[in-house]
């Protein structure tokens, strides 16, 4: 009964590096949600993606960040050229349907950047 | 802009009363809301919910009520246990859309023996 998973659990990267985090949601889900947590402040969401399509991606910085959940495999959030401020604690989220229901979490990426 | 709140960072409650957490919203187009309870260096876990054409909902020990006109939900926790200390978010979504919740800053309840 595997909930959602992602990997790596911790990273670390340099500024200037490029930092994936990857997300599976739970089995019969195919809704994708990334939510970034910063010190001391609540979740905000990035981006909303189905399989093979992004549906919503208002919360997603204009430059550097891209996200993608293919056919095939897991759900990416890719920063490129990663910089201090993009140190946070990252959330990956699925549900089975959209509409308001229940989103049911994973245990996040914590990336630092150096 | 805030569109969630939780005025109270923290809140503590002896083992066996009630804890109640608050939650306002300003955006009179949410109609789904949420609360998630989070540990530390752990995801946020799903708690219980309400829909806008309820007033109340209950499940075991939590019980969240809405207040459309004052845009006001709580969280009831009867009676508190040791194990409920964590950060409680409140969270609220529009049905229908793209469904991304936005969430409050959160409260850390401490429940003391």
């Known amino acids: 009964n595997a909930g959602v998973m992602q990997n790596p659990r911790h990273l670390v990267r340099r500024r200037g590096q490029e930092a994936r985090l990857r997300c599976s949601p739970m089995k019969g889900h195919s809704h994708v949600y990334w939510y970034r947590q910063l010190p001391e402040e609540g979740l905000k969401f990035m981006v909303y993606?189905?399989?093979?399509?992004?549906?919503?991606e208002s919360g997603m910085p204009k430059e550097r960040f891209s996200a993608e959940f293919p056919k095939e495999g897991p759900s990416i959030l890719r920063i490129q050229q990663v910089v201090r401020g993009d140190s946070a604690a990252y959330f990956c989220?699925?549900?089975?349907?959209?509409?308001?229901?229940?989103?049911?979490f994973g245990p996040g990426t914590r990336l630092t950047v150096t | 802009d805030q569109q969630v709140k939780q005025n109270s960072p923290s809140l503590s409650v002896q083992e066996g009363r009630i804890s109640i957490l608050n939650c306002d919203y300003t955006?009179?187009?949410?109609?789904?809301f949420l609360w998630y309870k989070k540990y530390p260096a752990e995801g946020p876990t799903f708690l219980i919910s309400i829909s806008s054409i309820k007033d109340k909902n209950e499940d075991g020990r939590f019980t969240v009520f809405l207040n459309k006109s004052a845009k006001h939900l709580s969280l009831h926790i009867v009676p508190s246990q040791p194990g409920d200390s964590a950060v409680y978010f409140c969270?609220?979504?529009?049905?229908?859309?793209?469904?991304?919740?936005?969430f409050g800053t959160g409260t850390r309840l401490q429940v003391t023996l």
């Open positions: 989220a699925s549900s089975p349907v959209s509409g308001g229901n229940e989103q049911y």
């Open positions: 969270a609220a979504s529009v049905t229908g859309t793209a469904s991304k919740l936005t």
């Open positions: 993606l189905q399989k093979e399509n992004i549906i919503d």
């Open positions: 955006n009179s187009m949410f109609d789904y």
